[in-house]
């Protein structure tokens, strides 16, 4: 197989560069000749049929990555740009240390090339100009146009040195191979390029394709994509698609200028991304002008990927150019990740979770138009077919705890979160009913009046924040309640749950939905169940405006890391701490500190560090709380100054901001009751902290100084609920200092706006040459909201 391929070897010491057809034309083959170290690559997946879903593309091995011009070239298209091609290479390179078969399909030798010949003509001119004047001046030189074949002559070289001395830097060879159409429409040529890069691709090689832009002829016109055997090579967007049914590729990965493929052209009003594209849906895109330079555009690119995709392998187009995502588009596509447009045969039966957002916030305005009665009717529904279809949920959810039991990857605190009893259902009745109460007075209550001037009146009013997500592990309780929080909210509400209950979670869905039917609001609450990862939910900054997420602080600190420009209600730990005073009732101590520990030790608002004052230390009392907490079975680790005390101590801890979530916690000692407060304000979360003592003094200073979403006197840690404050159930605990702190109830879920109503009043009617005065009156707020003055 002689074609021009140009192999490049590197070892830690020597770099070999061999032009087959040149310098060993007569000799044995490439495998055969050069002992090159490389990786064990499992064979590609059987193909025929492309990836039905994004998570399916970590399971790709064979994959082509086509840069585009706007990619490879700089904004002046004189040049290439270094910095994206770098971290580009060292993706690729890092996908074939893993065991991937990586080719690229490249562009950039006629950006290279101009910048070259440009050089040599101004290098040319100014010493012509310098001879013939005698100086060595600039004067109004001007450069010839630079025929495009001439300029990839003269680049294709650079680039290839470019690739080679980049991927060098990661230990991985690479080789050249230049096409045109006619090496896919020969026969032989065919069959001599597909065994050229299966040997590559073998020894571990990374391919870099071009076309020969220097031998090229213009493209036909009305030549392309005839089929699924034919396509006309007249881009490397058809390069692409071509090479990777002819390799079959498991994945196409097309970068280019823009984030994907939008339903009409990109910066224009309402223009939409798709996050996925299906056969078929072409009618439903206009296409705009090409990219800056290339001499493709979207239309190609679109019509290549589905080329491609009927011959069996995935695509995705992405924006390999923004500086923020370059540097990791192409293994977040390979991960699965919502990045760019995926190209699938495969249309789900159900919407996507785009338009399910979409009509959720539909529906949810309608539902915070109803009347407050409507809306407490809703969740009185809800709260009865809890109760009367018990026996379908408990089903249910029997279900999901024998398959988490058989799978055993759920910790005993997890199973108890995730299991349901007839009692749980009970409950949660009552507290939906409390819910159903609470929303008579909530959205279009006036919260502020204010007479501004005469005939002016401005009134604050709450309303729905808008649509919610909300993520919640293994806690299918968590549904219903949170649903009726919504509801008595006005707000339209996106669930994700984890698959641990999705049989659970399924059914309590349908029964919220069939309650929301009462007055035709059914899809104001959905309940997602696409492959979608928790990060690509908290990239729908533009759909949704909260996120509240409710599980482990693990689950917690990673959606605050995810979100982009949507606010996360909630926090990230619950290191909740119980003082021990010097004025501490034995009994209520022992109480106190066994509620709050072993009550339910997974809990966010069980107690993870035990303060005890210096004086307590070697008491009766101080003997008591130890052998209670063994008793309870209670793991003890000892703070730095508690351990200093004891002969022989228990395991030191490792961090005094600890959350254990589980049968285990701290002992630390105090001098003081400032010492207390100081020690919490250092290692607490500022969820929910107690203090135990008889000196109401005491407690009034620690109530007082502490700043923590909660603070108790002699009451457990575990009081800090929703359902236990009255607020009939909670959407989560939130330690933030804005909006919402603690339990988050129906409170927590509304926001306001300003109403303001006048007779043609105008500004200019206040100034100094005008006619009106500002009043600023205070007006009584009525007790009664808007709504339930008019009929409805």
């Given at each position: 197989?002689?074609?021009?391929?140009?192999?490049?070897?590197?070892?830690?010491?020597?770099?070999?560069?061999?032009?087959?057809g040149?310098?060993?034309?007569?000799?044995?083959?490439?495998?055969?000749?050069?002992?090159?170290?490389?990786?064990?690559?499992?064979?590609?997946?059987?193909?025929?049929?492309?990836?039905?879903?994004?998570?399916?593309?970590?399971?790709?091995?064979?994959?082509?990555?086509?840069?585009?011009?706007?990619?490879?070239?700089?904004?002046?298209?004189?040049?290439?740009?270094?910095?994206?091609?770098?971290?580009?290479?060292?993706?690729?390179?890092?996908?074939?240390?893993?065991?991937?078969?990586?080719?690229?399909?490249?562009?950039?030798?006629v950006?290279?090339?101009?910048?070259?010949?440009r050089?040599?003509?101004?290098?040319?001119?100014?010493?012509?100009?310098?001879?013939?004047?005698?100086?060595?001046?600039?004067?109004?030189?001007?450069?010839?146009?630079?025929?495009?074949?001439?300029?990839?002559?003269?680049?294709?070289?650079?680039?290839?040195?470019?690739?080679?001395?980049?991927?060098?830097?990661?230990?991985?060879?690479?080789?050249?191979?230049?096409?045109?159409?006619?090496?896919?429409?020969?026969?032989?040529?065919?069959?001599?390029?597909?065994?050229?890069?299966?040997?590559?691709?073998?020894?571990?090689?990374?391919?870099?394709?071009?076309?020969?832009?220097?031998?090229?002829?213009p493209?036909?016109?009305?030549?392309?994509?005839?089929?699924?055997?034919?396509i006309?090579?007249?881009?490397?967007?058809?390069?692409?698609?071509?090479?990777?049914?002819?390799?079959?590729?498991?994945?196409?990965?097309?970068?280019?200028?823009?984030?994907?493929?939008?339903?009409?052209?990109?910066g224009?009003?309402?223009?939409?991304?798709?996050d996925?594209?299906?056969?078929?849906?072409?009618?439903?895109?206009?296409?705009?002008?090409?990219?800056?330079?290339g001499?493709?555009?979207?239309?190609?690119?679109?019509?290549?990927?589905?080329?491609?995709?009927?011959?069996?392998?995935?695509?995705?187009?992405?924006?390999?150019?923004?500086?923020?995502?370059?540097?990791?588009?192409?293994?977040?596509?390979?991960?699965?990740?919502?990045?760019?447009?995926?190209?699938?045969?495969?249309?789900?039966?159900?919407?996507?979770?785009?338009?399910?957002?979409?009509?959720?916030?539909?529906?949810?305005?309608?539902?915070?138009?109803?009347?407050?009665?409507?809306?407490?009717?809703?969740?009185?529904?809800?709260?009865?077919?809890?109760?009367?279809?018990?026996?379908?949920?408990?089903?249910?959810?029997?279900?999901?705890?024998?398959?988490?039991?058989?799978?055993?990857?759920?910790?005993?605190?997890?199973?108890?979160?995730?299991?349901?009893?007839?009692?749980?259902?009970?409950?949660?009745?009552?507290?939906?009913?409390?819910?159903?109460?609470?929303?008579?007075?909530?959205v279009?209550?006036?919260?502020?009046?204010?007479?501004?001037?005469?005939?002016?009146?401005?009134?604050?009013?709450?309303?729905?924040?808008?649509?919610?997500?909300?993520?919640?592990?293994?806690?299918?309780?968590?549904?219903?309640?949170?649903?009726?929080?919504?509801?008595?909210?006005?707000?339209?509400?996106?669930?994700?749950?984890?698959?641990?209950?999705?049989?659970?979670?399924?059914i309590?869905?349908?029964?919220?939905?069939?309650?929301?039917?009462?007055?035709?609001?059914?899809?104001?609450?959905?309940?997602?169940?696409?492959?979608?990862?928790?990060?690509?939910?908290?990239?729908?900054?533009?759909?949704?405006?909260l996120?509240?997420?409710?599980?482990?602080?693990?689950?917690?600190?990673?959606?605050?890391?995810?979100?982009?420009?949507?606010?996360?209600?909630?926090?990230?730990?619950?290191?909740?701490?119980?003082?021990?005073d010097?004025?501490?009732?034995?009994?209520?101590?022992?109480?106190?500190?066994?509620?709050?520990?072993?009550?339910?030790?997974?809990?966010?608002?069980?107690?993870?560090?035990?303060?005890?004052?210096?004086?307590?230390?070697r008491?009766?009392?101080?003997?008591?709380?130890?052998?209670?907490?063994?008793?309870?079975?209670?793991?003890?680790?000892?703070?730095?100054?508690?351990?200093?005390?004891?002969?022989?101590s228990?395991?030191?801890?490792?961090?005094?901001?600890?959350?254990?979530?589980?049968?285990?916690?701290?002992?630390?000692?105090?001098?003081?009751?400032?010492?207390?407060?100081?020690?919490?304000?250092?290692?607490?979360?500022?969820?929910?902290?107690?203090?135990?003592?008889?000196?109401?003094e005491?407690?009034?200073?620690?109530?007082?100084?502490?700043?923590?979403?909660?603070?108790?006197?002699n009451?457990?840690?575990?009081?800090?609920?929703?359902?236990?404050?009255?607020?009939?159930?909670?959407?989560?605990i939130?330690?933030?200092?804005?909006?919402?702190?603690?339990?988050?109830?129906?409170?927590?879920?509304?926001?306001?706006?300003?109403?303001?109503?006048?007779?043609?009043?105008?500004?200019?009617?206040?100034?100094?040459?005008?006619?009106?005065?500002?009043?600023?009156?205070n007006?009584?707020?009525?007790?009664?909201?808007?709504?339930?003055?008019?009929?409805?």
């Amino acid at each position: 197989i002689w074609c021009f391929v140009t192999y490049f070897r590197v070892t830690s010491h020597t770099s070999v560069l061999l032009k087959w057809g040149e310098i060993l034309p007569n000799v044995t083959p490439l495998s055969v000749l050069v002992n090159v170290p490389f990786l064990t690559v499992p064979l590609a997946r059987a193909h025929g049929k492309s990836f039905a879903h994004r998570g399916e593309l970590r399971q790709a091995k064979r994959i082509v990555v086509k840069l585009g011009s706007a990619v490879v070239t700089r904004g002046d298209e004189c040049g290439l740009a270094l910095g994206r091609l770098a971290s580009i290479v060292e993706q690729v390179a890092m996908l074939q240390n893993q065991g991937r078969e990586m080719m690229i399909v490249t562009s950039g030798a006629v950006a290279f090339g101009k910048q070259r010949l440009r050089h040599e003509i101004l290098l040319s001119q100014s010493v012509r100009q310098a001879l013939h004047s005698g100086q060595n001046q600039l004067k109004d030189m001007s450069l010839p146009v630079l025929e495009a074949r001439a300029c990839a002559a003269a680049g294709q070289s650079g680039l290839m040195a470019l690739y080679e001395a980049m991927f060098t830097q990661y230990s991985t060879c690479t080789a050249q191979i230049l096409v045109t159409n006619l090496d896919f429409h020969d026969d032989q040529k065919r069959r001599n390029l597909n065994s050229t890069l299966h040997e590559l691709l073998r020894m571990n090689i990374v391919p870099i394709i071009n076309t020969n832009d220097a031998v090229v002829p213009p493209p036909e016109p009305n030549s392309d994509l005839q089929g699924v055997n034919v396509i006309s090579i007249k881009d490397n967007d058809s390069l692409a698609a071509r090479l990777a049914v002819e390799m079959r590729a498991d994945l196409l990965i097309a970068l280019s200028d823009v984030e994907g493929l939008y339903d009409r052209p990109p910066g224009s009003d309402d223009a939409k991304l798709l996050d996925t594209f299906y056969p078929g849906d072409q009618h439903s895109i206009t296409y705009g002008t090409k990219s800056r330079v290339g001499i493709g555009g979207m239309e190609a690119k679109v019509k290549s990927a589905l080329w491609a995709l009927q011959g069996g392998t995935s695509v995705v187009i992405a924006n390999g150019t923004h500086p923020k995502v370059t540097g990791h588009v192409i293994t977040d596509i390979v991960e699965g990740k919502k990045v760019g447009t995926f190209f699938s045969e495969v249309k789900p039966a159900g919407p996507t979770v785009e338009q399910q957002t979409e009509m959720a916030r539909a529906a949810g305005r309608t539902l915070a138009s109803l009347h407050p009665d409507q809306r407490s009717e809703i969740i009185c529904s809800l709260a009865d077919l809890l109760t009367e279809r018990k026996e379908d949920i408990l089903a249910a959810n029997k279900k999901d705890m024998e398959l988490a039991v058989t799978a055993g990857r759920l910790s005993p605190s997890m199973l108890k979160r995730l299991s349901l009893s007839s009692a749980k259902l009970n409950s949660l009745a009552i507290g939906l009913r409390q819910i159903a109460v609470s929303s008579l007075d909530s959205v279009g209550r006036v919260l502020r009046r204010t007479r501004v001037a005469n005939n002016l009146e401005l009134e604050q009013i709450t309303v729905p924040i808008g649509v919610l997500l909300v993520i919640f592990e293994s806690r299918p309780d968590c549904l219903p309640q949170v649903s009726a929080l919504a509801i008595a909210s006005g707000n339209a509400l996106l669930l994700k749950g984890g698959k641990e209950a999705a049989n659970t979670n399924h059914i309590l869905h349908e029964l919220a939905q069939e309650a929301l039917s009462l007055h035709g609001v059914k899809d104001a609450i959905q309940l997602v169940s696409t492959r979608e990862d928790v990060e690509d939910l908290c990239r729908l900054e533009k759909m949704i405006d909260l996120i509240i997420p409710r599980g482990s602080s693990q689950l917690v600190r990673d959606i605050q890391r995810a979100a982009r420009g949507i606010p996360v209600l909630g926090h990230s730990e619950g290191i909740c701490h119980v003082y021990i005073d010097i004025d501490g009732s034995i009994d209520k101590v022992i109480k106190i500190v066994r509620d709050s520990k072993c009550d339910y030790p997974a809990a966010c608002n069980a107690m993870e560090t035990l303060l005890i004052h210096r004086d307590i230390l070697r008491t009766p009392l101080f003997d008591q709380i130890i052998d209670m907490l063994r008793t309870e079975r209670v793991k003890i680790h000892a703070g730095p100054r508690f351990a200093s005390y004891l002969t022989f101590s228990p395991s030191e801890v490792k961090s005094l901001r600890t959350e254990y979530g589980d049968l285990e916690c701290c002992i630390e000692v105090v001098d003081s009751l400032q010492d207390a407060i100081d020690h919490i304000h250092k290692y607490g979360s500022s969820h929910t902290d107690v203090i135990v003592t008889e000196n109401e003094e005491t407690a009034e200073h620690f109530l007082q100084q502490l700043d923590s979403a909660c603070v108790f006197w002699n009451a457990s840690s575990r009081f800090a609920d929703g359902y236990r404050f009255g607020l009939g159930a909670e959407v989560g605990i939130s330690t933030a200092r804005i909006h919402a702190r603690g339990p988050v109830g129906l409170e927590g879920l509304l926001t306001t706006k300003w109403v303001l109503r006048g007779d043609g009043h105008a500004v200019a009617d206040f100034s100094e040459q005008g006619s009106m005065k500002y009043l600023h009156e205070n007006l009584p707020v009525s007790h009664t909201i808007p709504s339930q003055r008019t009929s409805n």
